[in-house]
């Protein structure tokens, strides 16, 4: 026995809000990126510091706020304009790099704003072509630094079905654990029926995984199950485990584990799916 007590709060959080353990971060909180952040815009580096700013703008993850002194002065664009925002007074500033132009995208934050904003620049995370933090790239948000992805092997066998036709069968798949996500399944490539499978231009990135390499829809008989299956063939560093396996939206399909059939979850994918 694991002497283990059941904690009554943290279960009746955990019902209410699926994504509860991602959710350990308050709304403005503020904290250090201990990593080195660059951005390039058109070829150019447009900032570079060791000192930026996680802030919570909501509780799933944090955006990056950068000292005003870290962008290059050069690439900065003063439009002489302020707003009042929900955290302070920001003053607004577009970013020029050669000739590409981001307009508006850039707000410089006043004394006139919560405590340790002045000074700090909020910039569009996609008014910039790529962000680093250190060497490797991040796509889509910044990483937040209270979620935990993890690949691992295992033995546990698992049968993917939809509509009673089988997808997948595997009794070697890699389990990925994402903090507030259900556990996604990725199988190998012939444990797969690919007869099934529709290849799709769909493309996706995620922080923590990197690209998406394909995307597959299902068709059973004659109806097309859109984009169910996908597979990252350069996934990042720590999830090299899944390169070139197959995964499947659990909300959407039925999966099997160890013999025991799972629930389909409901996520933020497809909300109030089943």
Known sequence: MSGHQPDPVLDEKRQAMPNYPAMIARTNQMEPVPRRIRAVLNGQTVLDTDRAVYLWEWSNYPQYYIPVSDIGPDVLIDENREQKLSRGTARRHGLRAGDVNRPGSVRVYTEDSLPGMAGLARIDWDAIDAWYEEDERVYVHPRNPYVRVDALRSTRPVRVELDGVALAESASPVLVFETGLPTRYYVNPTEVDLIHLVPTATETECPYKGTTSRY???????????????????????????????????????????????????????????
């Open 216 to 274: 597959w829809s299902v068709r059973i008989g004659d109806t097309v199950h859109d984009d169910l299956a996908w597979s990252y063939d350069f996934p990042t560093r720590q999830l090299l485990p899944i390169a070139g396996l197959i995964a499947f939206y659990n909300e959407k399909v039925d999966i099997t584990l160890g013999g025991h059939p799972l629930d389909r979850p409901v996520t933020h994918f497809f909300p109030g799916s089943h």
